[in-house]
T-cell receptor, first 118, second 113 residues
Framework: GAVVSQHPSWVICKSGTSVKIECRSL??????MFWYRQFPKQSLMLMAT?????????EQGVEKDKFLINHASLTLSTLTVTSAHPEDSSFYIC??????????????FGPGTRLTVL | GNSVTQMEGPVTLSEEAFLTINCTYT??????LFWYVQYPGEGLQLLLK?????DKGSNKGFEATYRKETTSFHLEKGSVQVSDSAVYFC????????????FGAGTRLAVHP
């Protein structure tokens, strides 16, 4: 099946620094990618919808200036956690539907990135 | 609002035991329902889905039936294997909504020989 990769798989950073997480669709084009956040033993919570060539759409309560999303090409979306703090420590997961998101209920998920902010 | 509630884990079973993982949902409309599975070190994979009431999704010996009257989508398998050990997520989405998924908390299943 289709593959979505994430890089890095884990990262540890100091408080106040920024961290970039990449999400790539390896064998298909994705006009839309989704970013989720997962706390230990909790659900995946949708943070934002990343749209190629346009601004991301953020879910209610997600700070767009804190979590910068750039969908620069049909195979790459990046999530930058700016001025990270310990409360931003979490597991970040991306997903991508093949083709147009509104025409399919299929999504392919990346393996996730564990962020730890000291 | 829309939400999904799953039974808490971990669920620990012996090989060949019967599996049930309960999932109920709250939704303002008529969602599609999904079970995703996450094996260690891998991304979530779609296990099965059902798009309307009374539909039964099935895959790899797993089954779940969309029950509108009880707002449930319980996952079952008649005989689990060690290789089924994973975290299982129940989820819903609405067609036309760019398929944003709303997930349950996940249930970890451990199957022992």
């Amino acid at each position: 099946g289709a593959v979505v990769s994430q890089h890095p798989s884990w990262v540890i950073c100091k408080s106040g620094t920024s961290v970039k997480i990449e999400c790539r669709s390896l064998d298909f084009q994705a006009t839309t990618m989704f970013w989720y956040r997962q706390f230990p033993k909790q659900s995946l919570m949708l943070m934002a919808t990343s749209n190629e060539g346009s601004k991301a759409t953020y879910e209610q309560g997600v700070e767009k200036d804190k979590f910068l999303i750039n969908h620069a090409s049909l195979t790459l979306s990046t999530l930058t956690v700016t001025s990270a703090h310990p409360e931003d420590s979490s597991f970040y997961i991306c997903s991508a539907p093949p083709g147009l998101a509104e025409s399919t209920d299929t999504q392919y998920f990346g393996p996730g990135t564990r962020l730890t902010v000291l | 609002g829309n939400s999904v509630t799953q039974m808490e884990g971990p669920v620990t079973l012996s090989e060949e035991a019967f599996l049930t993982i309960n999932c109920t949902y709250t939704a303002t409309g008529y969602p599609s329902l999904f079970w995703y599975v996450q094996y260690p070190g891998e991304g979530l994979q779609l296990l099965l889905k059902a798009t309307k009431a009374d539909d039964k999704g099935s895959n790899k010996g797993f089954e779940a039936t969309y029950r509108k009257e009880t707002t449930s989508f319980h996952l079952e398998k008649g005989s689990v294997q060690v290789s089924d050990s994973a975290v299982y997520f129940c989820a819903l989405s609405f067609s036309g909504g760019y398929n944003k998924l709303i997930f349950g908390a996940g249930t970890r299943l451990a199957v022992h020989p």
